[in-house]
């Protein structure tokens, strides 16, 4: 996988999808390159390619990276070169026929199933010390608050599996006969129910405005844990790991963005579904 550590995305033509903060530019016809947003630095690109080689030394289907950060000669953005694969986002398949989300919600349940029956190499954060990191960090809790998320999070068992931290259906490449898994900056090492938690999470608040996707990912949120069950994925302490993975995000996103509507749907959901901790 050679290619120049300079490149120029102008002669890249147009980008071929968009992330989050990112802008994926194909390189050839078995090769793209992900551009991030001028905020993301060397460092964030790089730790991204090393987990996303570890997840592929673990067992994950993920693209191939490349050994190097690339750089955009004309806007100073990093980027990462992988192979290409060739598939639909099932975010997509979700929106464009949403009478089919129990289908989308089986193939969701069994790669993520597939997903966590990988044993993580070592190399990647530790999903409690992570949580526990973001959870002090989440200064619109107050300190009794987010003490009492800690003593949660500590009653909760770890884990050796591959966590993706990111497992959503925009992130879930359906091609022919395989499922792929992309962008790998928040994997961790840690236990299969957390990562499900952060996932229902992420699709019960999408970042995204827009009315539909919003919609249609909080339907998705419903019918996963329905299918994850069926495929014989065990929920053990389901609801705790929904609290302190809210708390978290709300440590991970609040020096960004107004995080007050999660901290107040947290207490209610505690009050409602939570034994005190």
Partial sequence: MRVPSMLRSSRL???????????IYALGGTQVVKFY????????AEREAMFARLARESGAC????????????????VGLVMSRVQGVPLVNAIIAKPWRMGWASREFASAMCQLHSCVAVAGFDHQHEWLASNIEGAQLLDTEWR????????????????????????????????????????????NPVGDLARSWLLMRFPLRVDVVYRTYLRLFARAILRA???????????????????????????????????????????????LPA
């Fill in 13 to 23: 033509g147009d980008p071929i999808a968009r992330g989050g903060r990112s802008e």
């Fill in 37 to 44: 947003d001028r905020e993301v630095d060397e460092g964030e």
């Fill in 62 to 77: 993920t693209p191939e990276v490349g050994a190097s950060v690339v750089h955009d000669a004309e806007t100073g953005r």
């Fill in 147 to 190: 003490a009492r998320m800690l003593r949660r999070l500590r009653a909760l068992p770890s884990g050796d599996r591959l966590c993706h931290g990111d497992f959503h259906p925009g992130n879930l490449l359906l091609g022919a006969g395989r499922t792929t898994l992309i962008d790998w900056p928040n994997a961790l090492i840690g």
């Fill in 228 to 274: 994850c069950m069926r495929e014989g994925m065990s929920l053990p302490h389901f609801r705790d790991w929904v609290a302190v993975n809210a708390a978290a995000r709300i440590g991970e996103l609040g020096p960004f963005m107004d995080m007050g509507h999660m901290a107040a749907w947290l207490q209610r959901y505690e009050r409602r579904w939570l």
